[in-house]
């Protein structure tokens, strides 16, 4: 998300930075560049020339260059610039004084919909909110089966009539059956086309009308650019849109999406889709997001992903051990998944201040590895995993060939265990000691 215009920012600034003093000429300068790193990640032209002008407006004052550090001034009137552009502050779900709460979601064929209606149900899930799913995609072959999987997958019930070819009547009955069952969200999933016609709005309207929806996002393909814009205006010029999910911002898009719609529309942002799974589901905060585009990195949804995959009974018992300083391969096995329940792994690197830096130089973090070590320790026994002093040489050929894998491998991993335990047992004893503990241990 946004490697390719967090790279050219930061170059941009890294150049900024290095000047003692600014005038307004080398910021227009700058900022010129910056415009136009804001076009090449499809920024909406003309959001990309009002976030430019108000920079410059804020920018040439007294009160930034005459400051000990003026490239640093600029890159914070740009971050204060992103934030309003983006929303300003963040616009959580909220459930509203009725039950259920009734959520209408609506967009395109191809933007993520249908997923992104399960990804909203295992984020309600996870907040301790009963949700039902209204399989009212007809059109799209499939969808209802998609739709009916993926609550399998999350543990949200569906609600599905296939006798039926009114959408309208499945919406009516999922409300009814929402209201007996007590769920506090009903999310209804309807039709999308290829674009925006009359047939597919008069079937929202029925909807609409039907279910009374007390919000209506609209979900948008994050890859579409500056394209997203006349599709968001489009949607509103015809239904009142509560707020956008923006999907697929994890794959190769240049971002400009998140940059132009809020802005050219007024629509607020909820959610971002940035991946595959049905965890993949941010909520839209601006100023973090602001943060990462300029290489800031973003620790609180760093914090967050942590607290969300963590399961507190397995951390109590693996302090336990720790305590006994029993951290055998089961435990390294146990902390290898909790790190790929996460997310990718270059995602949760970017969110660390500096250290985007590194990877849109051109490094890469390969997640094949992840998937090798762990293969490497499923190839184990139990026993093995838990008394890795046993693994001697002909033990070590066998998980090699279980693992796919060669014996230097296997060494490695092995090496790498016990690295991990010297260090837990170091950050035990400056415990004890009142030395702070190691980070991440």
Known sequence: MFEQLTGRLEEIFRRLRGQGVLTPENIRETLREVRRALLEADVHYEVARGIVREVERRAVGEEVLRSLSPGQQVIRVVHEVLVETLGGKARPLEASGELPTRLLVVGLQGSGKT???????QHLKERKQISLLAACDLARPAAVEQLE????SIGVKVHVDRASGDPVLVATAALKAAKESAADFLIVDTAGRLHVDADLMEQLRRVREAVAPHQTILVLDGM????AVPVAAA?????PIDGLALTKMDGDARGGAALSVRAATGIPIFFLGTGEKTSALEIFHPDRLASRILGMGD???LV???????DLERARKMQ???ERRQFTLEDFLEQLRQVKRMGPLEDLVRMIPGASKALVGGASLDERQIGKVEAILQSMTPRERERPETIDGSRRRRIAQGSGTVVQDVNRVLRDYQLMRRLLQQARKGKRRGMPRLGGF
Do not use: D, I, N, P
Request: without cysteine.
């Open 235 to 239: 949607f509103k010029e015809q239904m």
């Open 224 to 227: 579409a650019g500056q394209e």
């Open 115 to 121: 997923t992104f209606a399960a990804k909203l149900g």
């Open 304 to 310: 967050e992903k942590v607290q969300a995959s963590a």
């Open 320 to 322: 336990e051990r720790l």
């Open 299 to 301: 620790l609180l949804s």
């Open 149 to 152: 999987s993926l609550g399998r």
